[in-house]
């Protein structure tokens, strides 16, 4: 029976990059995923032609060079720039924001008239403070009420982070917005970073080149196995009566509280639901994401999918299109562990868990759930390679 350099649990932008890292170095790899399809959240779906976002729409961003060439040189990105636009109620708001949101909202047309606009507002909110007796703002309203003011905050973001949270704005710690930049450009795009894209062809492209050299199996879960170490051998032995499994060191991108069978608590997260619909048109929405900052309109965006990977007319070639709205929940068992609530009790009891994991043996921790903490793709990338640098 073989014995593996490393075991792979989960097949996400995690276990994927260590793998491929592993393998060019002429390590041994099998990876192991409960779901039926490789990739974890990355993995698109071809519906209709267009690569469907199943987890969530992503957008590849960094301003890291070497993960950026790394990526390209798996499968080329395109040139997708993210520029989501907000509906309130109906009318239009250009994000991030920036001088097209001001003229939007106040019809202001130079820097100088948008930022004494602001500047009215954020003052107004501060002195509201000040006689209320508040030196410091207490929680997420007031904090982003000091930052862009009174419209901003009641257009864009109010309605919209209740929604995310499921909590009123003036229920939340302020801490969760530190800043709220403002733009005095014209200037649409979401993200700072000097490069963004979308694999030409979709993630699955990416998460497939990782893996092309090492062994996988989709709908196996780590703890259908019973586990014990093999002094003798120095390695993992894994049986779930029918199938053996030997390795030298086992990569754990799973929840980490299940890994420890929950031992000091359930570790909590915010989840996502996503309503995926196809419609007979072309061009249903014009852009990639809108955002629903209003409380009416019960979810929080629109994805359009197509418009990540097709660009001006070629939009028109396809006669349907796949949207998803998303819906923000709480998150319980059975449901898909999205973001971790980094709060005191939950980082605490990660913390515990983080600690023990230190301790075991040729065991690595690592990823979004092993590690409870929320990443975007590109540190994940960054960090398995500092890993084997
Ligand atoms: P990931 O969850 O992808 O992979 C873990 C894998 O392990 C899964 O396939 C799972 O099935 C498997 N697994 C778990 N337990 C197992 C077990 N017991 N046995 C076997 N397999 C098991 N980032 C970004 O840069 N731009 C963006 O636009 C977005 N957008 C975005 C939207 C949403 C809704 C979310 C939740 C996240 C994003 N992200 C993002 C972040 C991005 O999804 C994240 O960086 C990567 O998914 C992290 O990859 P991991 O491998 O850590 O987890």
Redesign the pocket.
Known sequence: NKTFDYLI???????ATFAHQATQRGFSCLV????SEL????RCELVEGINVHQ???????TSDKAVWDYVNSIVPFNRYTNSPVANYKGRLYNLPFNMNTFYQMWGTVTPDAAMQKIEEQRKEAVEAMRKAGVAEPRNLEEQALTLVGRDIYETLIKDYTQKQWGRKCSELPAFIIKRLPVRLTFDNNYFNDAFQGIPIGGYNLLINGMLKDAECLTQ????QFSRSYDETDDCHVLTDGEKEIRCKKIVF???ID?FYNYEYGKLNYRT?RFEHTILNTSNHQGNAVVNYTDAETPYTRVIEHKHFESFGDDVYKNPRTVISREYSTEWTDGMEP??PVNDETNNRISEKYRERGAQEKNVIF????AEYKY????P?IQKVLQMWE
Not at 55 to 61: K, L, T
């Open positions: 649990v989960g097949s996400g932008l995690f276990g192991i995923d409960k779901r990739g974890g959240n990355l987890y969530g729409a992503h957008i590849f961003h196996t879960d780590f703890f991108t799973g929840k299940e996502v999205y973001y690592g990823g979004r759930l990443y975007d793709m590109a994940i």
